[in-house]
């Protein structure tokens, strides 16, 4: 697919922070199916970690029967298996919440498409044989740090139920887009679960322990959790697969046309299923009119991308709303559920355009 710009004019990864490294994907400027590495967003708790020789082991341990360190070699020498799948932060479009959610605000852009290549998570916990009563994985990464908010240094670390981590499109990935993982996105070695927000999908992984109890780690039960409260922590409830989505990629927010016809085109995702369907609305939401969708129905964790032509005579100012549907249903809606930390945020999208 051709993209917006000539090779002289490359858009550039949006700084929110330099250390941690946090950076959003020029998303309104890529029409490529698959992100080059090189424009995936970059989200980091903490300061990168150190690669050592230590990094290329994965030890696998705990309520099991035969804890193994497996060797990044070995993973590699194993049948491997290839996903593409959308990695949306759960914060993306945070700064759209109304009152403002305390975090990084990300704009639109939190959010990249890629191939990952590596094994299945369930190839090695059958290898390790995990003993009955056992209730969640642990996946620990190496970088490591201080909190705000709790004395200690803390590595990143997120739990995955048992049945989540045994499904069999979750890997433990060595590779991204054809080449090894950069080291931004977890080289040597980083988790990857489909469908879920990405705070899942732990990166420079350091070993996975196996427990018979609930994980209770801060980047579980403080962070990733909807509160939906302001004033209380009532209703709290843990952030998993990611929720429908879509944004206008073109024309900009804001952007002056003149009278004729004009492409409006984006990306519709869901962690939920595939997209059934977007839709526009040029008169606040009274009726809505369908877009064409490039759909792959073999690829079952991706994004779609969609496109209108738009043919427009009158001047004046107009608000274009996207909304988009999922294969279970679920609808964008028009004010996205709010909740203190600022995660999920998904309303129906919104341009405000100009025809002169
Ligand atoms: N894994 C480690 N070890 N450390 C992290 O800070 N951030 C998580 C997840 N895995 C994180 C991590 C979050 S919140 C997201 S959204 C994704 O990685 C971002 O992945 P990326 O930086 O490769 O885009």
Redesign the pocket.
Known sequence: MKSFHSDTMKPTLKTLKLI?ENKETPIHFLRNWITPSEY???????KYPEITPQSFLLPIYGHVEAPLVFHHSYLKSMPSKKITMV?????NKRTYFEPKAYGEQWEDG?I?HGIWKGVTLKSLLDMVVVKHGAKEIVFI???KGTRTDMEGIFH?A?SLPIDVALQPDVLIAYELNGSTIPY???YPL?LIVPQW????????LKEIQIIDHPFKGPFQTVD?VYYPHKANDLDARPVTNIKINSIIQQPLDYSILDTGTHEICGIAWSGHGSITTVELSFDNGSTWIKAKLSVDPKQKYSWTFWRYLWNVQKKGEYTILCRAEDSSGNVQPFEAEWNKKGYGFNAVYKVHIKIE
């Open positions: 941690p995936f967003y970059r989200r980091n708790h903490f990695l949306e932060c759960s914060g939190a990249s990464g190496h970088d990143y997120r931004e996105h977890g980083r927000y990405g705070m899942a999908s732990v990166k420079w990733y």
